[in-house]
């Protein structure tokens, strides 16, 4: 039996709008067309060729690949809180002996 070979499907342009009132694009929409370094922000190249890094949080697109806050990997989650606790501890028990 031949094994069904499947093409790599090649992924559409992301067609984003600036929703950001403040941001000097506001309101056009245009594409995300190269990957930006980090997950918080966006290239998106312009009709006019301009191509910008734009935080997802300006962008309103149900393709915007990325969330529009930061996650954390579940180890740093899992740490979180315990680091937290810890430090929260320290405090209480150096105003304790503060307070003797």
Do not use: C
Request: cysteine-free.
């Amino acid at each position: 039996m031949v094994p069904k070979i499947q093409e790599p499907v090649v992924p559409q342009k992301a067609i984003v709008t600036v929703s950001q009132q403040s941001h000097p694009r506001y309101g056009e929409e245009e594409t995300i067309e190269a990957d930006a370094s980090n997950h918080w922000q966006q290239i998106v190249t312009f009709a006019d060729g301009e191509r910008l890094l734009i935080n997802n949080a300006d962008l309103d697109a149900a393709s915007v690949p990325f969330s529009r806050e930061r996650n954390y990997p579940p180890e740093y989650t899992e740490a979180m809180p315990s680091a937290t606790s810890r430090t929260n501890a320290a405090i209480e028990e150096r105003h304790k002996q503060e307070l003797e």
